[in-house]
């Protein structure tokens, strides 16, 4: 009898793991600590699928887990495949996917079982050419099913707290609550927008993969509409294509009592969003450029929201003024000049006068650099007035060598100094040529 009972205990333990979806702690610890990079206000971070360590951009906004872009990870094995068919952001109909099940995915000591994963066949969806890192998938809500998850954009660390062993009412008292639903997997909250006149209350998705501000829908609400005052934008890339659409300033966007003053807003056309299946009442999105203005908590199982104020809250919204979209396209060679000092023998030839002493002049050291480009370039934007063309291959901004700039130090430049000039040198058709603005306030 005893035997039977610890039997059927192993049984119903083994059970009741084996029930549990998403992410659990592998350890007894309170909380777990996980460093990630912020990119473009992107979360990127280290996930081990099968032991193959690789990166993942953290969105909300996707409830299932996605991969692409393993050119460089073809040891990764994924179980059980067969095709199916996603449909999403973009301007075209759907695209071809595989899903893998059985799969086991680890976070620091998280873990997650039997976890789905979707492949992405279509090679030219991926972040990693626009991030400027190597990204291979995104990890969607089910990080967030089970436990706490606290986002630190500031230290750009995520805490996971194991809610069974952590004191809540000590957490959560610094922060403000707010009611959120979590429907199909993603989380939604109530917000206000205020454009011109007119107040709308909108109820928007809380979308860590998107780096804009604030979405609005004009087709959702007859109260939304695009200010007079916008210029057309290329809006990123989704499931199904590119993303066009509009950007404008609105006068205020409101989480509660958190306000945001004159918040830059983009306005998806209706062809990029007519896939999406959205929930009822939607009318946008908040996205990582507002989203990074707070310590977040989020909480699915209890429906919660925790907020608080970073300490650049209040800092100014900013977009992109030339309108020069960048991206990675690849690596070079280049050779960069070591210079050192030696006393050479009187009768070297191969000396130079440094200080009065005879010394060698320097040696190259050949490393790999990244090339940007110019992926694509907004219509009747400065850099277009300017003569800049899709494909310039980007060599020097404002003299100083692209190839010692990161792609986010890039982006920096092209969204702030307003007022300033602006130099740009590119390669063309192996001809290198110079371009020079005045980065101006468009709306």
Same mark, same amino acid.
């Given at each position: ?56 951009? /953290? ?7 996605? @991969?692409? =872009? $393993?050119? *460089?990870?073809?040891?990764?094995? !994924?179980?059980? &495949? ?15 996917? /595989? ?7 680890? @976070?620091? =000591? $998280?873990? *997650?079982?039997?976890?789905?994963? !979707?492949?992405? &066949? ?35 660390? !995520? ?285």
């Amino acid at each position: 009898m005893k035997l039977f009972l610890q039997l059927l205990c192993f049984l119903l333990c083994n059970s009741m793991l084996f029930g549990q979806e998403g992410f659990q702690f592998s350890t007894h610890h309170k909380k777990v600590s996980i460093p990630f990079q912020l990119i473009n206000n992107l979360i990127i971070v280290p996930v081990k699928v099968n032991g193959i360590e690789l990166n993942f951009l /953290l969105d909300t906004g996707v409830d299932e887990t996605l @991969l692409f =872009s $393993l050119e *460089s990870k073809e040891e990764v094995k !994924l179980n059980n &495949i067969q095709k199916i068919r996603l449909r999403g952001l973009g301007d075209q109909a759907s695209t071809e996917a /595989l899903k893998s099940s059985n799969n086991t995915l680890m @976070l620091s =000591s $998280l873990k *997650s079982v039997r976890h789905e994963i !979707l492949i992405v &066949i279509d090679p030219d969806f991926n972040f990693s050419s626009s991030l400027g890192i190597p990204v291979n998938g995104i990890l969607g809500s089910k990080f967030f099913k089970n436990n706490l998850v606290e986002v630190n954009y500031n230290k750009k660390i !995520l805490v996971v707290y194991n809610e069974e062993r952590v004191n809540k009412q000590k957490l959560f008292s610094k922060y403000a609550p707010f009611e959120i639903t979590v429907e199909n997997g993603k989380p939604y909250l109530q917000a206000t927008a205020t454009i011109g006149d007119t107040t709308i209350d909108t109820k928007c998705l809380i979308d860590t993969g998107n780096s804009d501000s604030v979405w609005l829908f004009e087709s959702k609400s007859k109260k939304i509409n695009v200010p007079d005052k916008n210029f057309d934008d290329f809006l990123g890339r989704g499931f199904n294509g590119d993303i066009h659409g509009k950007k404008a300033m609105i006068g205020q966007f409101s989480i509660g009592q958190f306000k945001f003053l004159n918040p830059i807003c983009s306005f998806p056309d209706s062809l990029s969003i007519k896939n999406v299946n959205m929930v009822a009442d939607r009318a946008g999105s908040v996205g990582g450029e507002l989203l990074n203005r707070f310590t977040i908590i989020f909480d699915y199982e209890n429906s919660k929201l925790y907020l608080k104020k970073a300490h650049d809250f209040n800092r100014p919204f900013t977009y992109n003024v030339t309108g020069i979209n960048v991206h990675h396209a690849g690596l070079q060679w280049i050779a960069e000049t070591e210079h050192f000092r030696t006393e050479l023998n009187l009768s070297s030839n191969d000396v130079v006068y440094n200080e009065g002493r005879r010394t060698s002049e320097f040696k190259y050291n050949f490393k790999l650099k990244p090339v940007y480009e110019i992926y694509s370039i907004r219509k009747n934007s400065l850099a277009e007035k300017a003569g800049l063309m899709e494909g310039d291959v980007i060599l020097s901004i404002n003299n100083k060598s692209t190839y010692r700039m990161t792609l986010q130090e890039i982006n920096m430049i092209l969204k702030t100094n307003l007022g300033r000039y602006i130099s740009i040198v590119i390669l063309r058709n192996d001809h290198e040529q110079r371009f020079h603005f005045q980065l101006e306030e468009l709306l």
